[in-house]
């Protein structure tokens, strides 16, 4: 194992592996920090590193169990109108996404109508820490199959995949806590972040019916208008302070 690491190569595919996985983290995260957001301050944080702990559970779980993750390709279902076979990547992909297409309409609803006052009260006691918690392990097995899956394919040795998802995850924690406190000072951005994970959940049930979606498109789309948006937030600012 240890002759591994003396190749320059395995510090390249390191890179290279963790850098991607950061990539794929970045809507873990934001669906993270938004959950986590409904929950008092000292919750809300604890919530957040719970969640990114588990999401580093959950891959290397997946990770040391390559030979049931190779079973979950094999057909399961038959889907005769539209001659498609379901395999089980293709049904956790398939309900990830429609739950994240349905959490994050419901939380652009909320925002978009300014539920307040009792109503909101009413809807905050629903959001138990629990609750908050079975969320994000719930989000969190889809998006890590998703990444175990792509780290497979990318690269065929053991400790350099752990080493990877490892960095990514600490990198994720660390960063969660910036992320988290952006999205909740500015409520543009918190929209923007929503849309950009309905697509997301758009991408996983096009995917669970073998429609390829390029993840560049959406990633770029996203980037743009985060951009955009950032440039408007400092116009505001100016003008605020003219």
């Known amino acids: ?96 996404g429609l739950f994240l297409l349905w959490k994050s309409s419901m939380e652009i609803y909320e925002k978009v109508e300014h539920v307040d006052g009792p109503e909101k009260q009413e809807k905050g006691k629903v959001h138990s820490f629990q609750s908050i918690i079975l969320q994000i392990i719930l989000i969190d097995a889809v998006f890590s199959l998703d990444s175990i899956i792509t780290a497979v394919g990318m690269v065929n040795d053991l400790p350099v995949m752990t080493l990877a998802i490892i960095i990514s995850v600490l990198f994720m924690l660390f960063a969660s806590a910036a992320v988290s406190s952006f999205i909740e000072k500015h409520p543009s951005i918190k929209i923007l972040a929503l849309s950009f994970l309905t697509m997301i959940g758009t991408m996983l049930v096009a995917e669970a019916f073998h429609y390829e979606i390029p993840r560049g498109y959406i990633y770029f789309a996203f980037l743009y208008s985060l951009a955009v948006e950032m440039f408007n937030i400092r116009r505001n600012k100016k003008q605020e302070m003219g």
């Open 1 to 96: 194992m240890f002759e591994t690491f003396l190749k320059p190569e395995t510090y390249i595919a390191l890179a290279t592996l963790t850098g991607l996985e950061i990539v794929l983290g970045i809507d873990n995260i934001i669906f993270i920090s938004i959950l986590a957001s409904k929950l008092p301050p000292p919750e809300s944080d604890r919530a957040r590193q719970v969640g990114l702990v588990l999401a580093l559970f959950i891959r290397l779980a997946l990770l040391f169990s390559i030979s049931w993750l190779a079973s979950l390709s094999k057909p399961l279902l038959q889907l005769l109108p539209l001659q498609v076979s379901l395999s089980g990547r293709d049904l956790v992909l398939l309900f990830g």
